[in-house]
Antibody, heavy 118, light 105 residues
Framework: EVHLVESGGGLVQPGGSLRLSCVAS????????MNWVRQAPGEGLEWVSY????????SYADSVKGRFTVSRDNAKSSLSLQMSSLRAEDTGVYYC???????????WGQGTLVTVSS | IQMTQSPSSLSASVGDRVTITCRAS??????LNWYQQKPGQAPKLLIF???SLQIGVPSRFSGSGSGTDFTLTISSLQPEDFATFYC????????FGQGTKVEIK
C-alpha cells in the first residue's frame, strides 16, 4: 500500500525558514516524479514545485521561485522542500504527491500545516 | 497557463446531472486532470488525461474535451459527491483551476 507522510510543518515568523519532508513507502519512489501542492486556509489548491524521478528536472511556481528549494533522496525514498524568506501568504497545508504518466496526482500525503505569523 | 473553472459553485439535488467546465488559456492537448476534495481531506484523483477514469472511481463520473475546453460530468449526483472539484493542467508545469463547490440544494 502506498503511503506518503509529510512532516516539518509548524509556526514560523515572517522571513524565517522551514524544511518540509515527505517519506514514501509502498512503491518504487525513484521511478516517479514528485510534487508539492499547497492550500491556504479556505482557498483552492496551488501547485508549488515538482522534481523529476532522477532529480535532474525541477520547476517552481512563480510565487515561490528563488525562495523554495525542492530535493529528493531516492535511496531514502524521501522528498524535501526547503522554504526560506517565508511570508504570510505561504501559510497553508502542504501536500506531497506522486505524478503519473500524464502528470496526474494519484497518491497524496495527509498534508502538513505551515503557519507564517509573528 | 491559466485554468478557469465554471461555475465557482453550484447547488444541486441528489440524482441531478452536474456539469463543470474548465478552460485553459492555451491548448493543453489532453493533459487535464480532475480531482475531488472534501473538507479536511487530501484531494482524490477522479479523471486523468481528460477522459480516463481513475481505477475505483464510480462510472457516474466522466470527463471530456481536448485543446482548451474540458468538462467533468456527474451523471447522477450522489450524497457522497458533495465536495469541491478542481481541474489541473500538466501540459506546461502545472496549474489548478480555482475550484467548483458542489452543494446540496
Amino acid at each position: 500500500e502506498v503511503h506518503l507522510v509529510e512532516s516539518g510543518g509548524g509556526l514560523v515568523q515572517p522571513g524565517g525558514s522551514l524544511r518540509l519532508s515527505c517519506v514514501a513507502s509502498g512503491f518504487t519512489f525513484s521511478s516517479y516524479e514528485m510534487n508539492w501542492v499547497r492550500q491556504a486556509p479556505g482557498e483552492g489548491l496551488e501547485w508549488v514545485s515538482y522534481i523529476s524521478d532522477s532529480g535532474f528536472s525541477i520547476s517552481y511556481a512563480d510565487s515561490v521561485k528563488g525562495r523554495f528549494t525542492v530535493s529528493r533522496d531516492n535511496a531514502k525514498s524521501s522528498l524535501s522542500l526547503q522554504m526560506s524568506s517565508l511570508r504570510a501568504e505561504d501559510t497553508g497545508v502542504y501536500y506531497c504527491a506522486t505524478a503519473g504518466a500524464w502528470g496526474e496526482y494519484k497518491y497524496w500525503g495527509q498534508g502538513t500545516l505551515v503557519t507564517v505569523s509573528s | 497557463i491559466q485554468m478557469t473553472q465554471s461555475p465557482s459553485s453550484l447547488s444541486a439535488s441528489v440524482g441531478d446531472r452536474v456539469t463543470i467546465t474548465c478552460r485553459a488559456s492555451q491548448s493543453i492537448s489532453s493533459y487535464l486532470n480532475w480531482y475531488q476534495q472534501k473538507p479536511g481531506q487530501a484531494p482524490k484523483l477522479l479523471i486523468f488525461a481528460a477522459s480516463s477514469l481513475q481505477i475505483g472511481v464510480p462510472s457516474r463520473f466522466s470527463g471530456s474535451g481536448s485543446g482548451t475546453d474540458f468538462t467533468l460530468t456527474i451523471s447522477s449526483l450522489q450524497p457522497e459527491d458533495f465536495a469541491t472539484f478542481y481541474c489541473q493542467q500538466t501540459y506546461n508545469t502545472r496549474t489548478f483551476g480555482q475550484g467548483t463547490k458542489v452543494e446540496i440544494k
